[in-house]
């Protein structure tokens, strides 16, 4: 049972917001990185995925331009509370880009620029609901929200949204990223509030 | 520290025991929580507050104290409109309560085992966790050295100014006004934190220090660059930026 906050009122409700358990509204776009911004040059950029047997496939600045893009409306949630409802987004499918790689592997391991890194399920970088994103609102992604390119998996929690993105390691079993080994959930749901190893 | 996943996943019930004031927008609120299994510098609370009505908010706070058993003190700054900080720095009285649940957080944060000479550089109310850091070291009698460059607007919006007045043996602190200076006429005009006061005031990359910078988004991303410009490893740059909650 809830403890009462005496004097407590909070914002007006609106029982239409399509928001998360524990999550508010935020308008602003917050920015939240363990690091300095690392700088990416998109002559050198490049995004490797090496499957489970150490087979590599690459494709460079100009390969991801030329794969055919989407543009998805999404809902982002920060695991530091807030929400973001309706941003307008324009990347590559990551069921496009794996689309021809052969692999057994479960788990997927996300690394950047910068030395982050995330895990998370194969099956949800497949499903069409995770990018290769590129451009925000309709510009190009700002290096402090992950440009050049980031990942966008908007149905798990923002961390998992790795930015700065350089490539997806697939693993057999599922190996921890930055975040995950320091106490994160292992798969991040916001709907079920999957914040903390043990949620 | 590590606590055991249940424990630091449980919500607890928070007391206000008391709530001191620190500038004409922040105070500090020193919470009882019994059972409270202690922190680190730098790591953070969630704070549920729930009204009558059954409606409840969540937001994530730093911990600003790191030494009293079962104690916790938040430093909570007003911003515009905030939902939870207005309750907190405004509304909230001594024997209230909240819940909150924790601590949060491995990364931003100090471990007194750690021997690196350590640089702080805060902005505004970025200063909390940075603060923490500062009484783990004094709780834990550490001598390893650390410099803190603060940068408030002016001279009245100094969080802990008592406290940091008073620094302990092996902490240097160094004040950065963005608007107005103190009286006493000091050669730095107000401006921006810059890489002049990093050098002036920080440490050389060749020592290797680590470096907490905790502040707001713009500030966090301008320090952050003059770090790694200056040769520091971005690596041994740890950020937290804040934004109105």
């Not at chain 1, 308008?27 to 490797?48: I, Y």
Request: aromatic share 8%; glycine share 10%.
């Amino acid at each position: 049972m809830a403890v009462v906050s005496r004097g407590f009122r909070g914002r007006p409700r609106n029982p239409d917001q399509k928001v998360p358990p524990g999550q508010y509204l935020t308008e602003d776009f917050p920015v939240l990185s363990a690091g300095p911004t690392p700088r990416v040059d998109r002559a050198r950029w490049e995004f490797v995925v090496t499957t489970e047997t150490g087979e590599k496939h690459r494709w460079s600045w100009r390969d991801l331009m030329a794969l055919p893009a989407e543009q998805p409306t999404v809902d982002l949630h920060c695991v530091t509370k807030w929400s973001k409802l309706g941003t307008r987004w324009r990347g590559v499918s990551l069921a496009v880009l794996l689309a021809d790689v052969p692999t057994a592997a479960d788990y997927a391991l996300v690394r950047c620029y910068g030395g982050y890194s995330t895990n998370l399920p194969l099956a949800d970088l497949l499903d069409g609901r995770a990018w290769i994103a590129y451009q925000y609102d309709g510009r190009d992604l700002a290096p402090e929200h992950g440009g050049p390119a980031r990942l966008l998996v908007p149905h798990l929690y923002l961390w998992k949204s790795a930015k700065w993105v350089r490539g997806i390691e697939l693993r057999v079993r599922e190996e921890q990223g930055f975040w995950e080994r320091i106490g994160y959930h292992d798969y991040g749901d916001p709907w079920r509030e999957q914040r903390y190893q043990g949620d | 520290m590590s606590t055991p996943v249940a424990e630091r996943l449980r919500w607890r019930v928070a007391r206000l025991l008391a709530a001191r004031p620190e500038t004409a927008a922040a105070r500090t609120l020193v919470l009882e929580v019994p059972g409270w299994p202690g922190h680190l510098g730098g790591q953070h609370v969630d704070v549920r507050l729930t009204a009558e009505d059954g409606y409840s908010t969540q937001r994530s706070y730093s911990l600003a104290d790191a030494t009293e058993p079962g104690r916790v003190e938040l430093t909570v700054q007003r911003v515009e409109d905030g939902e939870v900080s207005s309750y907190l720095a405004d509304v909230m009285e001594a024997g209230d309560r909240l819940e909150l649940r924790g601590p949060v957080g491995g990364w931003f944060v100090w471990r007194p085992e750690d021997t690196a000479p350590v640089l702080l550089v805060a902005g505004g109310s970025g200063i909390v966790p940075l603060r923490a850091m500062l009484r783990t070291r004094r709780a834990a009698g550490s001598r390893v050295p650390f410099r803190l460059i603060y940068s408030v607007r002016t001279p009245e919006d100094v969080i802990y100014a008592d406290e940091l007045r008073g620094a302990d043996p092996g902490v240097e602190v160094t004040l950065v006004h963005t608007r107005r200076t103190p009286d006493r006429g000091l050669a730095r005009p107000p401006s921006r934190i810059g890489v002049r006061d990093l050098v002036e005031a920080g440490w050389p990359p060749e020592l290797a220090p680590t470096c907490y910078v905790c502040g707001p988004t713009g500030f966090v991303e301008a320090v952050a660059d003059q770090l790694v410009l200056l040769g520091h490893e971005p690596e041994r740059i740890r950020t937290e930026r804040f934004g109105p909650s």
